[in-house]
C-alpha cells in the first residue's frame, strides 16, 4: 500500500495543505494509502509531503500526483477538456504560489496567531526545547517568505493578497460544484486542502474571515465534505 508521509496531525487535522492535497486526491480517486508521520529533512527534497510505493519515494504533491495517475490510473482527470484544465491549472497555482504563503504568513509571522500554532504544532518537543526550537523554525520560515517575497510587505498587503485570491476562488465556484465543473477532478484536492486549512483549522484569522463570507466556499467545503463521506462508505 502507499504510504503518505506527511506531519504528524495537529489540532487533531492535516496541518499541511500540500500533505492534505495528497491524501484528498487518494481518497477522491480511490487509491488506498497509510499516513506516516515524518519530518521533513527525511523528505527527498527536504519539505513534505513524499510517498513512498514498493520502495520507490516520489517527492512533491504534484509529482506524486503523476505519479498515481501513471501508475494507478487517471481516474479523475480523464475526461477534462482544455476549457477546463487552463483554469484548473491557474486555481491550482494560485492556491499552491500565493494563498500559500499567505496562510503560512498567518501563522508563523502574524503574532496573533503565531502563540497557537506554536502550541499546536511544537507540543511533541520536550517543554525546555520548545521555546527555543518553534524560534529557529519560525526565523527559518521567516527567511523563506521573505525570499518567497510575501515576507517583505506590511501585515495588511499581505492579507489583502490573500483576500484577492479567495474573491477569484469563490467566483469559479459560484459558477460550478466543483473546481472546474459538475464533476470532481483532481484540481479539487487542491482547492479543497487549502481552503479546509483556512476555514477548518482554530485561528480566526482574516484569511478565514473573508473566505467565510463567501457563499460559494463554505457550500463547497460542505460539499466536498459530503463526497469524501460517500468515497469512504
Ligand atoms: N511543491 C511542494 C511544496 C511542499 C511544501 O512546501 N511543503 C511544506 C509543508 S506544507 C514543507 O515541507 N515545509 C517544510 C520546510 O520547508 O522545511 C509540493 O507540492 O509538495
New binding site residues.
Given amino acids: 500500500m502507499i504510504e503518505i508521509h506527511q ?1 504528524a496531525p495537529a489540532w487533531g487535522m492535516n496541518i ?4 492534505l492535497k495528497v491524501e484528498i486526491y487518494c481518497r477522491l480517486a480511490g487509491i488506498p494509502y497509510q499516513a506516516r508521520s515524518t519530518l ?1 529533512f527525511r523528505g527527498p527534497r ?4 513524499f510517498i513512498v510505493d514498493q520502495s520507490q519515494r516520489v ?4 509529482n506524486i500526483v503523476t505519479y498515481l495517475k501513471a501508475n494507478y490510473g487517471d481516474r479523475l482527470d480523464g475526461q477534462l477538456s482544455d476549457a477546463q484544465s487552463a483554469p484548473g491549472h491557474m486555481l491550482r497555482r494560485l492556491c ?1 504560489e500565493s494563498l500559500y504563503f499567505v496562510i503560512v504568513y498567518s501563522r508563523w509571522i502574524d503574532d496573533r496567531y503565531w502563540p497557537q500554532t506554536r502550541d499546536a504544532f511544537f507540543n511533541m518537543v520536550p517543554s525546555g526545547a520548545r521555546q527555543p526550537v518553534a524560534g529557529m523554525v519560525r526565523r ?1 520560515i521567516r527567511r ?1 517568505l521573505t525570499g518567497q517575497g510575501y515576507g517583505r510587505h506590511p501585515l495588511a498587503e499581505v492579507y489583502a493578497a490573500g483576500i484577492a485570491d479567495l474573491a477569484a476562488i469563490a467566483w469559479q465556484l459560484d459558477k460550478h460544484s466543483y473546481a472546474v465543473g459538475e464533476c470532481v477532478t483532481s484540481f479539487d484536492a487542491t482547492l479543497y486542502a487549502f481552503l479546509f486549512n483556512i476555514l477548518r483549522v482554530p485561528l480566526e484569522t482574516p484569511l478565514k474571515q473573508a473566505a467565510s463570507k463567501h457563499a460559494s466556499i463554505i457550500a463547497y467545503l460542505e460539499r466536498m465534505d459530503e463526497l469524501l463521506k460517500e468515497k469512504s462508505a
Avoid: I, N, R, T
Wanted: proline share 24%; charged share 20%; glycine share 18%.
Fill in positions: 506531519f499541511s495543505p500540500f500533505c521533513p527536504g519539505k513534505l509531503p517527492p512533491d504533491s504534484g499552491e527559518a523563506g
